[in-house]
C-alpha cells in the first residue's frame, strides 16, 4: 500500500516469470543440466539458478545506477560551474533565508579536524580488530577497505541526495566481489568477501543517511551537533540490541532453512555472490553462465529504455510502465507469495482510491503502517512461545493441485 503500483507490479511479472516458466522448465531438465541427486538448497542444483539470476538482475541494475549516478553528478557540479546567479527581488528572499539557514546550521559544525581524526581513529581500531573477529581478512586488506570507502560514501551521499536512492547495497556487492577473489577459496574467501560488505556498506549507507538528516535538520533550523551524536547514541544502543535480537530469533527458529519461518534469502544470495568471487564462473551449473549474461544485460537495456525514454518521450509518458529490473529479480529467490501479498495490497489501495481518493490518499499509508507494525510486533511473542515449545492448535497448509490429489488419495486408500 506505501509502494508504487508499478513496484508491485514488477514483483509479479518476476514472480511469474521465475516461478511460473524459468523454474519449471528448469527443473524438467534435473538429471542434464545439474545432478538430480542434489537437495534443493545447493547452489550447484536449481537453487543456483533462483540465486544467480537474480543476482545477475540486481547487479546490472546496480552498476547501471552506479554508473549512472556518477554521470549525473559530474554534470550536476559542472551545471553549478558554469550557471550565473540572477539577482532579483525574490532571490534577495530566498538568499536571506538560506543565509539564516546556513549560519544556523554551521554554529554548531563539528571541526573538519576532529572529523578526519575521528575517521582515522575508528579505521585504526578496525584494522587491529576486524582481523582478529575475521581472520580470513588481513589488516592490509581492512586498510584498503578504508581508503577507498570515502570516495564511494561521497558519491553515495551525493547521489542519494540528487535521486533519493542509496546505492550502499550495491557497492557492499561490489566489495564481496572484489575482496572474495582477492583472498581467494583456500584462505576463506567467502568470509573475508562478506565481512569487507558489511565494513563498505556500515560506511557508504551511513554517509547517505547521515547527509539525509544533517539536511532536515539544516531545513528545521536544528543543531548539527545534536543530530549527529543523537546518530551515535541510537548506534551505541543498535549494537546492543541488534545481537540480541538476532540471538532471540536464532534461538526461537531455524534461521537461514528455505523452508522455514525465516529463510533469511539475502544471505544465501551474498553468499553466492561471494562464492562466485571465489569459484568463478566455472562453479555455476549447465547453462547458468548463459541466462546470467541474458539477464544481465536485459537488466541493464530495461533501465538504459527507462532513462532514454524519461528524457525523450514525455507525452504519453510509457517509462512508467516499464518493470523494474530489481523488483523484478526479489520474487525470484524469495518466493512468490511475497509479490502476491503486495499486489493485493495495492488492490485495496486501487478500490479504495476509486471509492474515496481524499481519504485514501490521507490514511493509506498510516493503515499500512499499522499492518506492517502489527505484522512485525507479532515477532516477539511468535518467537517467546517457540522458545517455550507452545505448539499452535491448528495449522493450514496450501498445496498445489497435484500434491493436494496424493494426499486425497493417501487418506482414502
Known amino acids: ?35 538430480a541427486k542434489l537437495p534443493a538448497s545447493s547452489l ?18 546496480g552498476l547501471f545506477h552506479v ?4 554521470i549525473v553528478t559530474l554534470k550536476s557540479f559542472m551545471q553549478q560551474k558554469s550557471q550565473k546567479e540572477l539577482i532579483d527581488e525574490s532571490t534577495e528572499i530566498g538568499n536571506y533565508d538560506e543565509k539564516k539557514r546556513m549560519e544556523y546550521f554551521l554554529k554548531d559544525q563539528i571541526p573538519n ?15 587491529v580488530v576486524i582481523p582478529q573477529i575475521f581472520h580470513q581478512l588481513k589488516w592490509y586488506q581492512v586498510l584498503v577497505a578504508y581508503a577507498i570507502a570515502p570516495i564511494l560514501a561521497f558519491c553515495n551521499a551525493y547521489g542519494c541526495g540528487l535521486t533519493d536512492w542509496s546505492l550502499a547495497s550495491n557497492y557492499g556487492k561490489i566489495a564481496i566481489l572484489v575482496f572474495s577473489s582477492w583472498v581467494g577459496l583456500d584462505q576463506g574467501g567467502v ?11 556500515s560506511i557508504v549507507s551511513t554517509a547517505s543517511d547521515l547527509m539525509q538528516d544533517f ?47 525465516y529463510p533469511a534469502p539475502y544471505a544465501l544470495m551474498y553468499r553466492g555472490i561471494a562464492l562466485l568471487g571465489v569459484e568463478g564462473f566455472s562453479s555455476l551449473p549447465k547453462n547458468c553462465l548463459k541466462l546470467v549474461i541474458i539477464f544481465f544485460f536485459a537488466s541493464v537495456f530495461m533501465n538504459l529504455v527507462t532513462e532514454v525514454m524519461k528524457k525523450y518521450e514525455t507525452k504519453y509518458r510509457i517509462y512508467r510502465f516499464i518493470p523494474s529490473p530489481m523488483c523484478m529479480a526479489i520474487p525470484f529467490y524469495l518466493g512468490a ?4 501479498d503486495m499486489c493485493i495490497g495495492s488492490l485495496i489501495l486501487f478500490i479504495w482510491q476509486r471509492k474515496n481518493k481524499k481519504s485514501a ?15 512485525s510486533l507479532w515477532g516477539i511473542p511468535a518467537a517467546v512461545f517457540a522458545l517455550a515449545g507452545v505448539q499452535a492448535p491448528i495449522c493450514m497448509k496450501f498445496l498445489s493441485a497435484s500434491a493436494n490429489n496424493k494426499v486425497d488419495a493417501l487418506l482414502a486408500g
Open 1 to 35: 500500500m506505501i509502494c508504487p503500483y508499478m513496484v508491485n507490479v514488477s514483483l509479479l511479472i518476476g514472480a511469474i516469470l521465475s516461478w511460473g516458466v524459468l523454474w519449471p522448465v528448469i527443473e524438467s531438465k534435473k538429471g542434464d543440466w545439474y545432478s
Open 44 to 61: 550447484h542444483g536449481i537453487q543456483g539458478y533462483r540465486v544467480f539470476l537474480a543476482i545477475a538482475m540486481m547487479l546490472g541494475d
Open 67 to 70: 554508473v549512472y549516478m556518477v
Open 113 to 127: 579536524t576532529v572529523a578526519i581524526a575521528g575517521y582515522v581513529v575508528l579505521a585504526g581500531i578496525s584494522i
Open 191 to 201: 568470509l573475508a568477501g562478506l565481512a569487507s560488505c558489511g565494513v563498505m556498506m
Open 215 to 261: 539536511k532536515t535538520g539544516y531545513l528545521t533550523l536544528s543543531s548539527a551537533r545534536s543530530m549527529f551524536f543523537s546518530q551515535v547514541f541510537g548506534t551505541a544502543i543498535g549494537c546492543v540490541m541488534s545481537p540480541l535480537v538476532f540471538w532471540v530469533f536464532f534461538k526461537a527458529y531455524s534461521v537461514g532453512d528455505p523452508e522455514g519461518s
Open 337 to 340: 507469495y511475497f509479490a502476491i
Open 361 to 375: 490518499k490521507d490514511f493509506g499509508p498510516a493503515v499500512a503502517s499499522g499492518l506492517i507494525c502489527g505484522d
